[in-house]
């Protein structure tokens, strides 16, 4: 696990955001896999960015997303499709058909599920995937329970992230479950950079990094996987050993 501290979360996107679209360029046919949340949105506005400069195409790229609200339609404007074209797929020229979501909608939870790990299966597996971190340590909408998940499925919000994700839906209830790619999914993919700001971070920042791995705190699965970025401003690091 490789862990930079920088002084901004302009920084932080900058630097993210550039092994992505360095990749992206030697790699053209790339398979990316993208989060959502505050975190994550100035390495997309960097992304944004290299390509309006002519500097990378998204065309060939194929994109898959870690999670989605169960029972909530993709037009909704909470749902994390709508994010993602709001903050990223509506400003660079990834290919509509080459977007994939878990659909929250599926009256059949289970084979939608099944039908999204094998259609990452069949693109061959996701070359960089990247991950914010919940108030708990989970990553993705894997919450803390008693066993690491293994491929896609449905979970129940926790109260905690239900608390914290509520602030987004002002006029409707919040879904009380979602879709969510699974720990061992996530651990497959080649190479994880994981975006973590702010002081309400930094326990669960500190969990994944010097604590033990356990389920408890999802997010320190990561310890086991040899290719992670981590990239942390000084208010979400301020509870580790780091420097």
């Known amino acids: 696990m490789r862990t930079v501290i920088c002084g901004s979360k302009s920084e932080i996107g900058k630097l993210a955001g550039k092994i992505l679209c360095d990749y992206v360029k030697a790699n053209p046919k790339a398979v990316l896999g993208f989060a959502t949340g505050a975190s994550p949105i100035p390495a997309y506005d960097s992304i944004v ?9 998204f065309k060939e790229v194929v994109t898959f997303n870690l999670d989605e609200y169960s ?3 993709r037009e909704h404007k909470n749902s994390y499709y709508s994010f993602m074209q709001e903050n990223l797929f509506s400003k660079i020229d990834v290919r509509p058909e080459n977007i994939n979501f ?4 599926a009256e059949n939870w289970a084979s939608e599920c099944e039908r999204y790990s094998k259609a990452i299966r069949d693109a061959g597996g996701i070359d960089i995937q ?3 971190i919940g108030h708990n340590g989970h990553i993705g909408f894997n919450e803390p329970g008693e066993t690491f998940s293994g491929d896609a499925y449905r979970v129940k919000l926790t109260d905690s992230t239900i608390a914290a994700n509520s602030v987004y839906f002002e006029d409707s209830l919040m879904p009380r479950y979602a ?5 061992k999914q996530i651990m497959e993919c080649r190479h994880i950079i994981l975006i ?3 002081e309400g971070k ?3 920042v500190r969990a994944m990094i010097n604590g033990k791995v356990t389920p408890m705190c999802p997010a320190s699965v990561l310890q086991n996987h040899d290719n992670v970025d981590v990239f942390l401003d000084e208010d979400a690091a301020g509870l580790t050993d780091l420097g």
């Open 196 to 198: 973590a700001t702010g």
């Open 179 to 183: 879709l969510t790619m699974g720990t």
């Open 202 to 204: 930094a326990e669960a």
């Open 71 to 73: 029972g909530l339609a």
């Open 130 to 132: 990247i991950l914010g």
């Open 102 to 105: 878990l659909n929250g909608s």
């Open 49 to 57: 960015e290299e390509y309006k400069k002519g500097g990378v195409s």
